[in-house]
């Protein structure tokens, strides 16, 4: 049974494969809920697949993994989304010949307080003025406004999401980082895969390290300036 102190999100000696390749090591990571994790690392490092073995989405997984002190790693991606997760992918997935309104009303409710389409275009004004478009003719920004935002829709209040600022233009960028504090301000938890250094920093409470499949280093936003020079080694920024 799930308390007010159970981690919304714990990991404890994950292994993950695809295939014969294995890919994670032994990863230990804990989230709190209401709290914003970044994992931080190159590419190849691990991140994604730390994100899919929490959804499922990996040929095979060992260990442990808790949502909300409920054990996943016998479930069915279905089963653990309805725990109230939500999973944004990098490639954003978005159904192009529906219109962006179309899009928002496709995700099926998953858990109760789901947000409203007039609450949605609150938080995404582009949207709002998109709502007409093809998904197929919105920005590469927009898109990902309305990946994340079809999320939103469906009661989800732990959201992974994955490199949702790389390749965008500054303005959008500084709006995704806009909606975070939103979403944090409600109470959501948020586990996110970010390459772009920058916009995660202010951001996150914690910081995870990873290289090679394993959780290396742990931050808390105030250790930051003082490990900016094995972050750099770490991460090339």
């Given at each position: 049974?799930?308390?007010?102190?159970?981690?919304?999100i714990?990991?404890?000696?994950?292994?993950?494969w695809?295939?014969?390749?294995?890919?994670?090591h032994?990863?230990?990571?804990?989230?709190k809920?209401?709290e914003?994790?970044?994992?931080l690392?190159?590419?190849?490092?691990g991140?994604?697949?730390?994100?899919?073995?929490?959804m499922?989405?990996?040929?095979?997984?060992?260990?442990?993994?808790?949502?909300?002190?409920?054990?996943?790693?016998?479930?069915?991606?279905?089963?653990?989304?309805?725990?109230?997760?939500?999973y944004?992918?990098?490639?954003?997935?978005i159904?192009?010949?529906?219109?962006?309104?179309?899009?928002?009303?496709l995700?099926?409710r998953?858990?109760?307080?789901?947000?409203?389409?007039?609450?949605?275009y609150?938080?995404?004004?582009?949207?709002?003025?998109?709502?007409n478009s093809?998904?197929?003719?919105?920005?590469?920004?927009?898109?990902?406004?309305l990946?994340?935002?079809?999320i939103?829709?469906?009661?989800?209040?732990?959201?992974?999401l994955?490199?949702?600022?790389?390749?965008?233009?500054p303005?959008?960028?500084?709006?995704?980082?806009?909606?975070?504090h939103?979403?944090?301000?409600?109470?959501?938890?948020?586990l996110?895969?970010?390459?772009n250094?920058?916009?995660?920093?202010?951001?996150?409470?914690?910081f995870?390290?990873?290289?090679r499949?394993?959780i290396m280093?742990?931050?808390s936003?105030?250790?930051?300036q003082?490990?900016?020079?094995m972050?750099?080694e770490?991460?090339?920024?």
């Amino acid at each position: 049974m799930s308390t007010s102190s159970t981690p919304a999100i714990q990991l404890k000696d994950v292994h993950s494969w695809y295939g014969e390749s294995h890919i994670l090591h032994g990863v230990n990571i804990d989230v709190k809920r209401g709290e914003v994790v970044s994992l931080l690392g190159r590419n190849g490092a691990g991140r994604t697949t730390t994100l899919r073995a929490i959804m499922g989405l990996v040929g095979k997984r060992t260990g442990s993994l808790l949502v909300n002190g409920t054990e996943t790693v016998r479930m069915a991606p279905h089963q653990i989304a309805r725990l109230g997760l939500g999973y944004c992918p990098e490639e954003r997935g978005i159904m192009t010949s529906l219109t962006c309104e179309e899009n928002l009303m496709l995700p099926p409710r998953i858990a109760e307080g789901g947000m409203e389409i007039g609450e949605i275009y609150d938080m995404f004004p582009n949207l709002k003025a998109r709502r007409n478009s093809p998904g197929g003719r919105l920005s590469g920004g927009e898109q990902q406004m309305l990946a994340v935002a079809r999320i939103l829709r469906t009661g989800a209040k732990i959201l992974l999401l994955d490199e949702i600022s790389e390749g965008l233009a500054p303005v959008i960028v500084q709006a995704l980082a806009r909606m975070i504090h939103a979403l944090r301000a409600r109470g959501f938890t948020i586990l996110m895969v970010e390459q772009n250094f920058r916009f995660a920093a202010p951001l996150a409470d914690r910081f995870y390290v990873m290289e090679r499949g394993l959780i290396m280093r742990e931050l808390s936003s105030a250790e930051l300036q003082d490990n900016m020079q094995m972050l750099h080694e770490s991460l090339g920024v």
